[in-house]
């Protein structure tokens, strides 16, 4: 065949499938053009159940390849078979920054047999997609270290008598930045001190932020001189 058109793609897929091992599936990429095929492999130890079709390359949920032709390519490009690797979808639970991790792609002529294109993917794309995914999951791991080092001290704070318990938000940026909100006002009664604490981490760790009002003079003294107290009982810098 002098090139390999959109419904070819169909008929190679199972043989392409069948020829990366009996782990693999495939199914119809209905988000892109219809010559467009996912082909899927489950995590280690998940079997070839009824739904392995449907996962992604999630956590947990294997890796995933787009297999297909560039129904607008001209010239030497036409024809030409397409595997790219997918990135996972984003976790619900934490943010992270995802655009700079590859997960491989390639493309190899369209005159290849299944065996050959098989054979391409696992040496040529595989590696790549595997790399992707193991800094990806690094990243997630690190993010949800995060949340749990800064809800561990925004619970500690909540533990003071009066808190409020905390509230949690994400910065809307994908630096890692995650905050937790308190507050405190001694009596509740009008004219009494109010403390606003915000708890924040990143990838350099976890600091709060507090805002004093409504002090009297006696009470401002007090705060710095425990502030002072506290930094003097704090271990000194090790050289």
Known sequence: MDS?????IMTLAPAVVAE??????????????????????????????????????????GRQIRLFVDPYASGSAAGR????????????????????????????????????IAAEIRRRLVPQLESGLTRWRERVTEARAQVARGSAVAEQLAAVPGMTPPTHTE????????????SWSGSGT???????????????????????????????????????QAEACEPGPVH
């Open 190 to 228: 009008p004219g009494t001190p109010l403390a606003v604490a915000e708890v924040s981490t990143t990838t350099s760790g976890s600091h709060v932020r507090i805002e004093l009002s409504r002090l009297t003079a006696a009470q401002a003294e007090r705060v710095l001189r425990a502030l002072v």
């Open 81 to 116: 078979i397409h595997a790219h690797g997918r990135c996972p979808a984003l976790p619900r639970d934490v943010a992270i920054y995802d655009a700079d991790i590859r997960f491989g792609s390639i493309t190899m002529a369209g005159t290849k047999s299944p065996r050959q």
């Open 20 to 61: 990366l091992g009996p782990d693999w599936t495939y199914q119809r990429d209905e988000e892109h053009h219809r010559g467009s095929i996912w082909i899927t492999r489950p995590e280690e130890g998940r079997g070839r159940g009824r739904n392995t079709a449907h996962l992604s390359s999630g956590e947990g949920g």
């Open 4 to 8: 390999t058109t959109m419904p070819e």
């Open 171 to 182: 910065s809307g940026r994908y630096d890692g930045d995650r905050m937790w909100h308190l």
